[in-house]
């Protein structure tokens, strides 16, 4: 189908340069790009001269699956895509101040000069820029419209920055990515039901199954006020307003990028993320495919093979007694609240197995945050057993359980485990023990001693979980406790009510870190010590400026580090505290000297001073170097700003971007070295575009997920 970008006016601009689409007698004549038989290579042209820190893109779709590589022009316009497969591909210019250049066929091993097109105007321009800068246009309530006695009809127990929170991570962007052209825009069907901009908003978020969490936030949370907003924002887009700032072309090691895209798995059907080896040895499964999840989506686990560029499917085994993954306690609806203006009165999503994300462990079987079992739990977990765990804590039922796959006979393990899962992590221990997030409720953290199952084949005995106690009294144990609605007793612990998002063990001191969601937000230690089932646990919560944790990961010096609503990767260093680490005063706010905060790049929104609008769904530390930045790299989803980006060691935030197809949005991603021995093309990083409504992407209905690889060359031209 049209690129979206047609509406622009931009595709009579391509037109008009077709007559120079063709190398010039004096481009040919220019000195050759070294190239080898895999690669294209070339120098892009424009008006002005050689065209620096812009993208070629090579596109094809003669493989089992579309194919694009993607690479930054030098400082004097050369470019070289590397490592192309046999095929025929489609390979033109894009970058900021541009419009897309002519398509032109080619093959690996030739030499091609491209002519770039400047824009005809900023509206043509702005049609290229990141979601952030389109959604950095909608404005944010004061801070006067705050409170019991604003006029705003924002519910008095809101705050701006909750307000925020709700706009970004740990909201509408948890699931989407704003700004870009179909968000930014809206479908005719719902201005047709509306009749305005606010009437459309208020159907729009209906849509789908995914309509009543939408409706429960923005209507119910929020009192329905941000559809004043949302509604100005699309009037104003639509009578030509443009992003007030603009984006600068790829600089320094940013042009030493290469992406390739490999699309998989269905239209329909959104992948959450994807996994490629495992994060404490990083050479596991080196070449090998990797696997997707597709949480409450499907019951598929898209695999896809990038030696051979082929994607296979293994659909997770599911049994007919189970529920589906949707309803209340689910991000989606069984059923569609309102007609999706893309698939009508389809429902789309009918998953049980609720595969949320996966890990790798060293022998490389795949450990998955998904179930194969009803939710009503055994009885060794509840009340009354003599299991350790559910002595201190009993547990009745559970929607989202383990399971464990393995590559090499295909054979597919459903574990009963008693709590729930939602992010997992290998920890450093002897034991192998895999450590199970919640997602937010529960009240517990649990683990598998996977050497034990290993040995025993006993998931009773090999599970357990730990609610989450502060040591109120401060006495070093865990003893009788309040709950978490209960006021403070310092003669007491104190349980905590939320349970981790993201679950972090550190590789210094077998300590477990979880970040919890919420504005502000908090991150939360357990210490296991001698008997996990009572362990301890410490909680800090996240000071101003920074506020709305999300997803975390933690580095080799046991800091952690987080993804915030307030446009920041959040840092904790517990080494700073000064004060006492429990006791009665320890309830969250006694470390504020053990945060840092970095400012995410891109523009940020008017009037509520220095920020940025990007909303970072997850963060992720590089502790093995897979990218090539350096060992223990902190990098973050850059959800508005279409990939990832990377705190360099010299302190400043390295863009990694997929400029094309626009709208890439990322959940997680993985780093792994499939051969430490093959310098820069052995490394790289994966992720998979993750937003909920694939089709909303550049291209439309019918487009694909895709999954990304990122590597990093020394320079620009290395092959």
């Known amino acids: 189908m049209p690129s979206n970008l047609m509406r622009y006016g931009v595709s009579a601009v391509v037109a008009a340069a077709l007559a120079i689409a063709a190398p010039s007698a004096r481009a040919q004549q220019a000195v050759a790009v070294a190239i080898d038989d895999d690669d294209i290579g070339g120098v892009v042209r424009g008006p002005g001269g050689p065209e620096a820190g812009v993208w070629v893109i090579a596109e094809t779709r003669d493989l089992p699956v579309r194919y694009i590589k993607i690479v930054v022009t030098d400082d004097q316009g050369r470019y070289v895509v590397p490592d192309l497969p046999k095929a025929t591909y489609d390979v033109w210019v894009r970058g900021y101040g541009l419009v897309d250049s002519p398509k032109v066929k080619s093959a690996p091993g030739k030499q091609l000069n491209l002519t770039a097109v400047s824009a005809p105007n900023d509206k043509a321009a702005a049609q290229y820029y990141p979601a952030i800068y389109w959604y950095s246009m909608l404005e944010i309530p004061s801070k006067d419209k705050f409170g019991p006695d604003n006029n705003a009809n924002i519910p008095e127990k809101i705050k701006q920055s909750d307000w925020l929170n709700a706009m970004k991570n740990n909201g509408c962007v948890g699931c989407h990515q704003l700004g870009q052209l179909s968000t930014r825009t809206i479908p005719k069907l719902h201005m047709d039901q509306g009749k305005t901009h606010e009437d459309a908003w208020m159907r729009r978020i209906q849509s789908g199954q995914g309509g009543e969490i939408m409706v429960n936030q923005a209507a119910g949370d929020l009192g329905g006020a941000p559809f004043k907003y949302f509604a100005e924002w699309t009037e104003r887009v639509e009578k030509g307003e443009l992003p007030f700032a603009k984006p600068t072309r790829p600089q320094g090691v940013e042009r030493n990028i290469v992406v390739t895209l490999r699309d998989w798995h269905n239209p329909k059907q959104y992948l959450h993320d994807l996994i490629a080896s495992d994060r404490r040895y990083p050479t596991v499964n080196g070449y090998g495919p990797v696997y997707g999840q597709c949480e409450h989506a499907c019951n598929d686990m898209p695999i896809l093979d990038p030696v051979k560029n082929v994607a296979t499917n293994f659909k997770l085994p599911v049994t007919d007694d189970m529920p589906l993954a949707l309803g209340p306690g689910n991000a989606g609806a069984v059923k569609i609240l309102q007609t999706s203006a893309y698939w009508g009165e389809e429902n789309i999503w009918d998953s049980k197995a609720n595969n949320h994300n996966s890990m790798f462990d060293r022998k490389g079987r795949l450990w998955l945050a998904a179930t194969g079992h009803v939710p009503d739990n055994p009885a060794f977990c509840k009340k009354g057993s003599d299991h350790p ?75 357990g979980w730990t609610a989450l106690v502060l040591d109120t009294n401060g006495n070093g144990k865990r003893d009788d406790y309040v709950e978490p609605n209960q006021p403070v007793d310092p003669t007491k612990d104190k349980r905590i009510g939320p349970t981790f998002y993201a679950v972090m063990p550190s590789p210094v001191d077998g300590s477990i870190w979880g970040a919890l969601r919420g504005s502000p937000g908090a991150i939360v230690r357990v210490d296991p010590g001698t008997n996990p089932h009572k362990a301890l646990s410490e909680i800090y919560n996240v000071p101003m400026p920074g506020f709305g944790v999300r997803g975390g990961d933690i580095d080799k010096q046991g800091r952690v580090w987080v993804s915030l609503a307030s446009g920041h990767m959040g840092m904790f260093d517990r080494r700073k505290c000064k004060g006492p680490l429990n006791g009665p005063k320890a309830t969250g706010d006694h470390c504020p000297e053990g945060w840092s905060f970095y400012q995410y790049p891109g523009p940020g929104f008017k009037g509520i001073g220095e920020n940025s609008a990007e909303a970072s769904y997850y963060s992720w530390v590089d502790q093995h170097n897979t990218f090539g930045l350096g060992d223990d790299i902190p990098m973050s989803t850059a959800n508005l700003m279409d990939g990832l980006v990377a705190l360099n060691k010299d302190g400043k935030m390295v863009s990694i971007r997929v400029p094309y197809p626009l709208g890439f949005y990322a959940k997680g991603f993985d780093g792994r070295i499939d051969d430490a021995n093959a310098g820069w093309k052995g490394r790289g990083l994966w992720a998979a575009n993750g937003d909920r409504t694939p089709w909303l992407i550049e291209g439309g209905k019918g487009t694909k997920p895709l999954a990304a690889h990122f590597q990093l060359r020394p320079d620009p031209l290395a092959k």
């Not at 459903?414 to 709590?419: D, G, I, K, L, P």
């Open 389 to 463: 765990s559910a002595k201190e804590f009993p547990l009745n039922s559970t929607n989202r359980r383990v399971t464990m796959y393995e590559p090499k006979t295909g054979k597919y393990t459903a574990y009963q485990t008693c709590f729930g899962s939602h992010h997992l992590q290998f920890g450093y221990d002897a034991n192998e023990t895999l450590w199970m997030s919640t997602g937010g409720g529960g009240g517990n953290v649990g683990w598998i001693n996977t050497k034990m199952l290993d040995e025993t084949g006993d998931i009773e005995k090999s599970q």
